[in-house]
């Protein structure tokens, strides 16, 4: 079976087609052309903006003309992950997405339902001839997982609808009505190798794999391992007790997603090899005991490998460590007011060092702009000490629940008449656009849903199919009712 042949046909076609036209943040452009042209082999109005969001628009069903206008929103680009292993180019080939069961996973890649269902929910909607709507604009955004830059960028009075829909949550059932803000941290620091005297010296090649990474908003709380920081922590190990040197250090491949694996290549002096081996065995014991339970495929191997011709200084080296070590990572902070919400978190999501500068991006997320700014005075004191340079940049606002509770109320209501159940309602701890949007477009009422994905930002992402379904009858259900507003 193809995803074209799951229900709703509509929105899986839509799914399939992205699936096959890459788009990673920054590279969506090929995508954007596909859909332009499906716009006008549909008589749906479309143009973009210059920063490259599109806005589609389609005319009320007739007789609803007078309704509360609406913006369904979504964005267009997905995040980039495979498994080390995997044999993938994001910006040339397609996503090989598939059926498993009642889920739609990739293999060895992230699935890109993360924002690829909402926004296949929305083409479905707009160039559908059956569903029932009032005034309609939808809204596909640019770079969201890379910066928000479509978010910063779009145009203010673009845009008529007041009440803007957002599909980009990932569980099924809840309603979620404020999110974090974030901004991006970088760490730089210049340091020079000096050169290895091979005739004393061992090399290994240190590895921490098989993590389970994740979202670094929505699985920050769920304590899972983050690979820089567990390698740290077996280095600051080593270090105390001999002089190791770093050749090289990475780890992680986007500041928003949770670490699944580091390496270091490492030199010791001759004739330490088995107190290493000692050290580092008894690391990987507490290590693997205290994840046991929700890092059960976490692998931490040392290797043998070819001696480099320099390495960071061991001074150096211990410096770098224990910065890493002492910078905050995780939950810093659930909020007060929220029951079971993260307030403050921060994630030390990429470390690269190649012989030149060391360089570490943090993502750190809050509800309060303060508590965020104040995460990020914390990592910048942990490295200044070392003297290395420290920016932020990127900062965007969260979203605060809005006073007006109509809209909340006639989704509730919606949901349950059928359901026969009522909608949670959440604050999720991640990047919504909405913030942003919101600060554009102060009149919108905004709602986020959508359909459940697990393992977003890694390649475990997956999406449920029955969900899927469930969302796109409420969606409907959502815009028929909508359509019979004349104002919230």
Not at 300 to 305: E, F, M, P, V
Not at 313 to 321: F, G, Q, R
Not at 325 to 335: A, D, E, F, M, Q
Not at 382 to 399: M, N
Request: glycine share 8%.
């Amino acid at each position: 079976m193809t995803l074209s042949q799951l229900q709703p046909t509509s929105l899986w076609t839509q799914f399939e087609r992205i699936c096959a036209i890459p788009h990673p943040s920054k590279h969506e452009q090929r995508l954007i052309e596909s859909i332009l042209a499906q716009a006008e082999q549909y008589g749906i109005q479309a143009e973009q903006d210059e920063v490259g969001n599109l806005k589609l628009t389609k005319p009320a069903t007739a007789g609803y003309e007078s309704a509360v206008p609406v913006v369904m929103q979504s964005h267009i680009d997905m995040v980039p992950q495979k498994n080390s292993g995997t044999d993938h180019d994001f910006e040339n080939d397609p996503i090989q997405a598939y059926i498993d069961g009642d889920w739609v996973t990739a293999k060895g890649t992230t699935l890109g339902a993360d924002n690829g269902i909402g926004m296949a929910a929305i083409l479905a909607v707009m160039f559908a001839s059956d569903v029932v709507h009032g005034p309609l604009e939808a809204l596909l955004t640019v770079d969201e997982e890379a910066g928000m830059t479509g978010a910063f960028g779009l145009k203010e009075s673009w845009f008529n609808g007041k009440v803007l829909l957002n599909l980009d949550t990932e569980e099924e059932g809840e309603l979620y009505v404020g999110c974090a803000g974030g901004v991006d941290v970088t760490v730089t620091w210049p340091v020079a190798q000096e050169a290895v005297d091979k005739s004393q010296s061992t090399a290994f090649q240190l590895s921490v794999t098989g993590l389970k990474g994740g979202h670094s908003g929505i699985d920050i709380h769920k304590g899972r391992g983050n690979a820089n920081k567990l390698l740290c922590r077996l280095l600051l190990a080593l270090s105390g007790e001999l002089d190791i040197s770093v050749a090289q250090l990475r780890g992680g491949t986007l500041r928003n997603a949770i670490p699944r694996e580091a390496f270091a290549t490492l030199v010791i002096a001759n004739g330490q090899e088995d107190r290493f081996k000692q050290i580092l065995n008894s690391v990987i014991d507490d290590i693997t005991d205290e994840y046991a339970y929700v890092e059960s495929d976490l692998i931490i191997q040392a290797k043998s490998t070819d001696m480099p011709d320099q390495a960071m200084d061991s001074s150096a080296t211990a410096d770098l460590i224990k910065a890493i070590i002492t910078c905050p990572n995780g939950v810093l902070r659930n909020s007060d007011r929220f029951d079971g919400v993260v307030e403050t978190s921060s994630n030390l999501g990429i470390i690269e060092y190649d012989g030149d500068a060391v360089v570490l991006q943090f993502m750190t997320r809050s509800l309060k702009d303060r508590a965020r700014d104040n995460a990020v005075q914390r990592i910048k004191s942990c490295f200044e000490l070392i003297g290395a340079e420290v920016s932020a940049s990127g900062a965007y606002p969260g979203w605060a629940p809005s006073d007006n509770p109509a809209l909340l109320k006639l989704m509730k209501s919606v949901y349950k008449s059928l359901f026969e159940q009522t909608p949670g309602t959440q604050i999720i701890h991640a990047g919504l656009e909405c913030g942003i949007l919101g600060a554009k477009y102060p009149e919108w009422n905004m709602i986020s849903f959508g359909p459940t994905i697990t393992g977003a930002h890694s390649p475990d992402e997956r999406v449920h199919v029955p969900s899927v379904e469930r969302f796109w009858n409420y969606l409907l259900a959502v815009l028929k009712r909508l359509a019979k507003t004349s104002q919230l």
